[in-house]
């Protein structure tokens, strides 16, 4: 059992290790990484001791390596547009992005898993095709417009809203529900094979058997047999639910990391941008493995798998 | 013999489309169309700009053209500029459909087939990509290379391939083992005779499948670039940047993002719907 966990462990460490890489060479590949941190008006001098100052001019192998102890305290280097380090510039923005996350994972779960075992349970009756056409169209809709088509709706034709900005908490339920409805679509899909696998089940039989009316047999004993995909779902949703609010926060100038990262592209500044990117692709490793190993918890069978 | 006096004997069987997958076949066709004969199609030059026509609702006319579905911020019309766009969509999402395709589903089938370091290498790569949510690689990787039409086509080919790939191994996996795969290696048939004329004709529904859910997704990840700014440069037009632009006017001037965004999402749920239907036919497993 702890020789899989190591196993995986070792396994996310080494894609963290892969992507910081990647994204190391990645800066060096595209040419001097030096004009991508400078701004646009510099002189040659500038640059020249930017490089210097900077440690560019160094072996690339130092550099590396330079980095990769840096980012083990946390460093991520320092905004030179706004010449502060980006890790401070992370932070005060993260608890935005985390509030976010969390309304939009409140809409995916509220909306998704309900629909889901509804599919399910009603399948093939019309009113099941109708949930079905609903969850694809949620799937299909790209996020930057339902969040437009709402402000429209319920900011400006309506008045019920804040159109943008963070100001109160009224200022959550649109951005929340744009970011979720993408979430909600996958919860419902996961919910419904998870509860149409289970419905085959003998005890499902023994249930009805004994005269239990269909909502007590699924309220009472499927939804927990159910619910180990829909979790190992939840942890992967997450990180796409942080990339996804790259865009999200970007309509409705909500001050979170996906804000900040689009400023900080529009602003050439590259150490920012490298940071945010660094710090969501771990978490979404991070997040695949706490998936993985919530998976061997609940369903012993897996790790067993895994050993063998 | 046996064979066509079966297919005689059962002439009602033809596999008939849904209902509910043939409008949306119509509305990917009539998008493709549309996209293919844009300058026969559009009522005016995408591009061209009308100053004193700024902002208009739809339906709005001057100098005897109609602007059906209103105008711009520079006069433009909003028709032309989404037909236009559409070119702009299903060209970057193709074109990263197939880069993607050909280069992951080659990877995935050279990795389950030479085993050893080449697959643990090959495979560990995929994992890698695969974890990091590819609208984050695509931000940094156009970030670096600066934005364009090309580059995007690049950046989504480089950051999905994995997803092929990953498919094509483990089909390949289950196939190459298989006694005709064996005999005709036996008979002396090369690696590339293998893979291409025995292996991938087996493996090619899965890919289809995923291709085909692909596309949907290329189309709206090149849309989310192109909002970001990270997409196809002005003036060229494109659905992402028409509706981010449509995002400053939504006080004034509600057409400008809605009507790309119903283009869009027409297009995605069509691709959708045609793709989930394609894996239920071809997927046992979901049959």
């Known amino acids: ?308 | 013999m046996v064979s066509s006096s079966a297919a005689v004997a059962r002439p009602a069987k033809t596999r008939r489309l849904p209902w509910t997958v043939v409008p949306f076949l119509a509305i990917l066709a009539g998008l493709v169309l549309m996209a293919i004969f844009a300058p026969l199609v559009s009522p005016v030059d995408p591009n061209a700009q009308n100053l004193l026509a700024r902002l208009k609702a739809p339906g709005f006319s001057s100098r005897g053209i109609v602007y059906y579905l209103g105008t711009d911020e520079l006069g433009r019309d909003v028709l032309s500029r989404i037909i236009y766009g559409a070119r702009v969509s299903l060209l970057v999402a193709f074109a990263s459909v197939a880069l993607s395709g050909i280069f992951g589903s080659t990877l995935g089938m050279v990795a389950a087939f030479y085993r050893g370091w080449v697959e643990t290498v090959l495979m560990r790569l995929v994992d890698i990509v695969l974890s990091v949510p590819a609208i984050l690689l695509a931000i940094i990787t156009v970030a670096v290379l600066g934005p364009s039409l090309t580059n995007v086509v690049i950046v989504l080919a480089l950051t999905r391939w994995p997803r092929y790939a990953r498919v094509a191994y483990g089909q390949t996996l289950s196939v190459a083992n298989m006694p005709y795969v064996r005999l005709s290696r036996f008979m002396g048939a090369g690696w590339f005779r293998l893979l291409s004329r025995h292996i991938l004709p087996n493996i090619a529904g899965g890919l289809i499948v995923v291709a085909t859910l692909e596309f949907g997704l290329m189309v709206l990840f090149e849309a989310g670039l192109s909002f970001l700014g990270l997409g196809v440069q002005p003036p060229t037009s494109s659905w992402g940047a028409m509706l981010s632009t449509g995002r400053n006017y939504v006080g004034t001037a509600w057409w400008i993002a809605t009507f790309p965004g119903v283009a869009l999402f027409l297009l995605v749920l069509a691709i959708n719907l045609i793709g989930d239907h394609m894996r239920d036919r071809l997927d046992p497993r979901s049959r």
């Open chain 1, 1 to 308: 059992m702890s020789a899989f966990f190591l196993k995986r462990a070792l396994q996310a460490f080494v894609a963290v290790l892969g992507v910081i890489t990647l994204i190391f060479f990645l800066q060096r590949l595209a040419g001097d990484p030096v004009l991508l941190l400078v701004p646009q008006n510099a002189t040659q001098a500038d640059i020249e001791a930017m490089r210097t100052s900077l440690g560019f001019d160094r072996p690339l192998a130092v550099q590396y390596f330079d980095y990769l102890s840096g980012l083990i305290m946390f460093d991520f280097g320092r905004s030179y547009v706004q010449n502060v380090p980006v890790w401070t510039l992370i932070l005060s923005r993260l608890p935005y992005t985390l509030m976010l996350a969390g309304g939009a994972l409140l809409v995916a779960f509220g909306i998704g898993i309900p629909l889901g075992v509804a599919m399910a349970v009603r399948r093939g009756k019309p009113e099941a095709k109708a949930m079905m056409g609903f969850v694809l169209a949620g799937q299909s809709m790209p996020t930057f417009w339902s969040a437009i088509l709402m402000i429209i709706v319920f900011a400006v034709w309506l008045g019920w809203l804040p159109p943008s900005g963070a100001r109160s908490w009224s200022s959550l339920i649109m951005p929340s529900i744009a970011l979720g409805l993408l979430s909600m679509a996958t919860f419902a899909r996961v919910a419904r094979t998870a509860v149409l696998d289970e419905l085959e089940k003998d005890y499902v039989r023994t249930g009805h058997a004994k005269g239990l009316p269909m909502h007590r047999i699924v309220a009472r004993h499927l939804l927990r047999n159910a619910a180990i995909p829909v979790v190992t779902v939840a942890a992967l949703e997450i990180a796409n639910l942080l990339a996804g609010a790259v865009i999200v926060e970007t309509v409705f100038a909500w001050p979170g990391l996906g804000q900040l990262t689009v400023q900080a592209i529009n602003a050439r500044d590259f150490m920012l941008v490298q940071g945010v990117v660094l710090l969501g692709a771990v978490t979404a490793i991070v997040l695949n493995l706490v998936a993985d190993l919530l998976y061997s918890i609940i369903d012993p069978r897996i790790r067993l798998e895994g050993n063998a």
